[in-house]
């Protein structure tokens, strides 16, 4: 399929590199710290943040016993947003840079079986998914079908989806076709696609190492238009609104609010934050923008948004970290996530960071 962008692959991979390490840790690592952060907050309005909590949340808590879906999460503890997400890192890594349906399908089944995070995290799209993939679906053509307008146009394809930039440095094409690969078991639809492809053509367009906002805010923005051709002519045509120009309201509130507090109310109020693609994809790239492209105030706004805040924060701490990179992340704040979730990331953005510059490379 043509793409509608004005770049050619060879145009869009122009510019250096030289810090992809950086920049692909830095993605990973904000993208955990905006879960962990968000995960407390999440499903609750930013008037409900503010009383329960004492005032806008900017250090890690322990989700209340009444959250919805992150109760029983310690302090620092990720969820099902960047969880996946590494998961995701490793397929794009097993496949030497590629992936298909079907391992994404077999990602998603070995993710369900971690009671840590299956069934209580498990969005509609998702759980749809692997009940169905476990009775032996078709994982390329799975996330198409229904005809519910709220099956596979949720966020839970964008959610995980930020290794699909990574491993296409400053390629917004090569990146939302495997943002749409990645969404065909669970999220192929326009919308589901569309969202998951405004997030890695972002992350791709900020891996450049003379990457500017407007260059960011335009790659989402066109791989939001090339994300809802392919989910819409290739999988399933759904209702809805445009992912693109919500993202086109969010970065207007963002550029045009006084500070970070009112850009994340106005967005949360005019776009909204919540499990559909056509809220939570735009909120993320308004917090960005609204941060300046900080990764820890990108975050902070994030999770301080509601609603569907942790996948928000995940998405806008993926851009966020990719354009600033690993040395702007607070070294604290990381290490807090890594330790609570015995993780180590370091593997993983060397194994990621081999497959852009190979890329980059040709």
């Known amino acids: 399929m043509k793409s509608e962008s004005s770049l050619s692959p060879r145009e869009s991979t122009q510019g250096s590199f030289d810090n992809l390490d950086d920049k692909i840790l830095g993605s990973l690592a904000t993208a955990l710290i905006g879960d962990a952060l968000g995960a407390p907050t999440e499903q609750r309005s930013i008037q409900e943040i503010r009383t329960l909590f004492g005032g806008r949340v900017e250090t890690f808590l322990e989700p209340p016993a009444d959250s919805p879906y992150s109760k029983g999460r310690k302090a620092a503890q990720i969820t099902d947003d960047s969880s996946q997400m590494l998961m995701l890192a490793q397929a794009f890594i097993d496949g030497n840079g590629d992936v298909t349906a079907r391992a994404v399908a077999d990602m998603v089944l070995t993710w369900s079986e971690n009671t840590d995070y299956f069934p209580h995290f498990a969005g509609p799209s998702t759980r749809r998914a692997i009940d169905a993939l476990r009775n032996g679906a078709d994982p390329e053509i799975i996330g198409a079908e229904g005809r519910e307008t709220t099956m596979g146009t949720s966020n839970g394809g964008a959610m995980r989806v930020a290794p699909a930039g990574l491993v296409y440095p400053g390629d917004i094409e090569g990146a939302v076709h495997a943002a749409a690969v990645t969404c065909r078991p669970s999220h192929f639809t326009n919308v589901g696609v569309s969202g998951a492809g405004a997030i890695a053509a972002a992350v791709a367009a900020a891996l450049r190492d003379n990457a500017s906002m407007t260059d960011v805010v335009r790659a989402a923005r066109e791989g939001a238009r090339l994300g809802a051709a392919i989910g819409g002519t290739q999988g399933r045509e759904s209702a809805g609104a445009s992912v693109a120009s919500r993202m086109d309201l969010a970065v207007s509130i963002a550029m045009t609010s006084d500070d970070l507090d009112t850009a994340v109310s106005r967005i949360a109020d005019t776009v909204g934050s919540g499990l559909h693609s056509a809220e939570a994809v735009p909120a993320a790239l308004?917090?960005?923008?609204?941060?300046?492209?900080?990764?820890?105030?990108?975050?902070?706004?994030?999770?301080?948004?509601?609603?569907?805040?942790?996948?928000?924060?995940?998405?806008?701490?993926?851009?966020?970290?990719?354009?600033?990179?690993?040395?702007?992340?607070?070294?604290?704040?990381i290490q807090q996530v890594l330790a609570a979730n015995d993780l180590q990331i370091g593997g993983i953005a060397e194994g990621l960071t081999r497959i852009a510059r190979s890329r980059v490379a040709q």
């Open 286 to 333: 308004g917090c960005f923008v609204a941060a300046g492209g900080d990764p820890w105030w990108t975050v902070v706004a994030a999770a301080n948004i509601g609603d569907d805040s942790d996948t928000v924060a995940t998405m806008a701490g993926s851009i966020a970290g990719a354009y600033s990179g690993f040395a702007r992340v607070p070294s604290d704040k």
